[in-house]
């Protein structure tokens, strides 16, 4: 998946998907980018998000960064914001953490509460 | 930090959270030279002197000034350890340039890494992020521009993980081609 040709393929299958399902407001990931969160390998757990979110092509989630938000001691640090639903706060997530995130969390609506650090 | 590319990363956050909307970053090395040259361009609010200084100095840099921290003086560490030094340009209104150089093949130099992922991780916000990013590697030459990207895509966010995930893949792909597809990361 690295050619111009792929690009525009992924571009008619992304269409097609929001087309189809008007899904209204996103899902949000955010990742901690901070030097605390970058240190504590905050970009590889934005890569396995983006592995399991595009794998299981899901279109109604968008995955974005910020800044340090002063919990250093916690990163890396995953929200999931779900509308409708208080933010959820993950603390020490991995990749490994992080897929389950996404397969637990923002495809079955269920909050994974032992990684959670703002109860 | 175990990857230039994750120094990239903390620098172009520096630029994002002083407000910049456009990055370039071009990166070329000369191996008859023995020169690894780094450059990153913000058009973020800049820096008055004193914060350029303070900006480098880890003991210096205190919470208030969030926009800077400890990153900085870490990879002008690093730079300093590889028989280089990494230098700050910036003017208030006028955006901030930092500048790196150092010995390609000093064995203190840390691989370049993943900067697929560091490129994507830049790009995933809210807000629109303008893009450059130019490396070169004796003459040969990989560009990516977000500009081209939004063009081909349209309405599409970048904040997609198809999207995401395909820029990682193009320019760690493109920058494989740099190294004659020689194992690099």
Same mark, same amino acid.
């Given at each position: 998946?690295?050619?111009?040709?792929?690009? +525009?393929?992924?571009?008619?299958?992304?269409?097609?998907?929001?087309? +189809?399902?008007?899904?209204?407001?996103?899902?949000?990931?955010?990742?901690?980018?901070?030097?605390?969160?970058?240190?504590?390998?905050?970009?590889?757990?934005?890569?396995?998000?983006?592995?399991?979110?595009?794998?299981?092509?899901?279109?109604?989630?968008?995955?974005?960064?910020?800044?340090?938000?002063?919990?250093?001691?916690?990163? *890396?640090?995953?929200?999931?914001?779900? *509308?409708?639903?208080?933010?959820?706060?993950?603390?020490?997530?991995?990749?490994?953490?992080?897929?389950?995130?996404?397969?637990?969390?923002?495809?079955?609506?269920?909050?994974?509460?032992?990684?959670?650090?703002?109860? | 930090?175990?990857? @230039?590319?994750?120094? =990239?990363?903390? =620098?172009?956050?520096?630029?994002?959270?002083?407000?910049?909307?456009?990055?370039?970053?071009?990166?070329?090395?000369?191996?008859?030279?023995?020169?690894?040259?780094?450059?990153?361009?913000?058009?973020?609010?800049?820096?008055?002197? $004193?914060?350029?200084?303070?900006? @480098?100095?880890?003991?210096?840099?205190?919470?208030?000034?969030?926009?800077?921290?400890? $990153?900085?003086?870490?990879?002008?560490?690093?730079?300093?350890?590889? $028989?280089?030094?990494?230098?700050?340009?910036?003017?208030?209104?006028?955006?901030?340039?930092?500048?790196?150089?150092?010995? @390609?093949?000093?064995?203190?130099?840390?691989?370049?890494?993943?900067? $697929?992922?560091?490129?994507?991780?830049?790009?995933?916000?809210? @807000?629109?992020?303008?893009?450059?990013?130019?490396?070169?590697?004796?003459?040969?030459?990989?560009?990516?521009?977000?500009?081209?990207?939004?063009?081909?895509?349209?309405?599409?966010?970048?904040?997609?993980?198809?999207?995401?995930?395909?820029?990682?893949?193009?320019?760690?792909?493109?920058?494989?081609? =740099?190294?004659?597809?020689?194992?690099?990361?």
């Amino acid at each position: 998946m690295k050619s111009v040709e792929d690009l +525009l393929k992924l571009k008619e299958e992304v269409q097609q998907s929001l087309a +189809l399902r008007d899904e209204g407001e996103k899902i949000r990931v955010v990742v901690g980018m901070g030097t605390c969160g970058i240190a504590a390998g905050a970009r590889e757990v934005m890569s396995a998000v983006l592995d399991e979110v595009a794998k299981r092509r899901l279109t109604n989630v968008a995955v974005t960064q910020t800044g340090c938000i002063g919990l250093c001691a916690q990163e *890396p640090l995953v929200d999931v914001l779900i *509308p409708g639903k208080p933010r959820v706060t993950y603390g020490k997530v991995n990749a490994q953490k992080a897929r389950q995130i996404v397969a637990q969390h923002v495809v079955n609506g269920i909050v994974i509460r032992e990684w959670v650090v703002n109860k | 930090m175990e990857e @230039l590319a994750l120094h =990239l990363l903390d =620098l172009m956050e520096n630029s994002l959270a002083a407000g910049a909307c456009r990055l370039e970053l071009k990166i070329r090395e000369d191996i008859a030279a023995n020169l690894m040259a780094i450059e990153l361009v913000d058009d973020g609010r800049g820096m008055e002197e $004193g914060e350029i200084k303070a900006a @480098l100095d880890p003991f210096f840099t205190t919470r208030t000034s969030r926009r800077v921290g400890l $990153g900085l003086s870490l990879f002008r560490a690093t730079a300093r350890q590889c $028989g280089g030094d990494l230098t700050l340009s910036s003017r208030p209104g006028a955006g901030t340039r930092v500048a790196v150089i150092m010995e @390609l093949n000093h064995v203190d130099r840390p691989p370049l890494g993943d900067m $697929g992922a560091t490129i994507a991780a830049a790009l995933a916000r809210e @807000l629109p992020l303008e893009l450059y990013y130019r490396h070169e590697r004796d003459g040969k030459v990989f560009e990516f521009s977000s500009t081209r990207l939004k063009e081909i895509l349209g309405d599409i966010p970048f904040n997609l993980a198809p999207v995401l995930t395909w820029v990682r893949d193009f320019v760690n792909g493109g920058l494989q081609k =740099l190294y004659g597809g020689e194992d690099r990361l």
